[in-house]
Nanobody, 124 residues
Framework: QVQLVESGGGLVQPGGSLKLSCVNS????????MGWFRQAPGLERELVAA????????YYTDSVKGRFTISRDNARTTVYLQMNSLKPEDTAVYYC?????????????????WGQGTQVTVSS
């Protein structure tokens, strides 16, 4: 059984940086694509970034391109989200998710395992 545990969230000022980590236990980590979602109050959960099992393919939603970087360390069964130049509109609960496909997961339906989430608050 997959267990995803996120860490690294917190309070940061606008323009600051945070690095989220997600540790995966259970099934072979390197076989599946991974993603980071976020959900702000009153809004739907959105896919922020995704990475294929090889790490060679990535996806970013338009609002974070050039600011966020997703990466993975299959040896440590960990996926990261480096977030720079943070804005108040980035405030949300961030969720790590594992997909059931080997390629780049782009649909919410591609993901079948979720972490509990970590709060990111960007405020002065």
């Amino acid at each position: 059984q997959v267990q995803l545990v996120e860490s690294g969230g917190g309070l940061v000022q606008p323009g600051g940086s945070l690095k989220l980590s997600c540790v995966n236990s259970g099934r072979t980590f390197g076989t599946y694509g991974m993603g980071w979602f976020r959900q702000a109050p009153g809004l739907e959960r959105e896919l922020v970034a995704a990475i294929s099992w090889s790490g060679l393919s990535t996806y970013y939603t338009d609002s974070v391109k050039g600011r966020f970087t997703i990466s993975r360390d299959n040896a440590r069964t960990t996926v990261y989200l480096q977030m720079n130049s943070l804005k108040p509109e980035d405030t949300a609960v961030y969720y790590c998710a594992a997909s059931g496909v080997a390629g780049l997961p782009l649909q919410t339906s591609d993901f079948n395992s979720w972490g509990q989430g970590t709060q990111v608050t960007v405020s002065s």
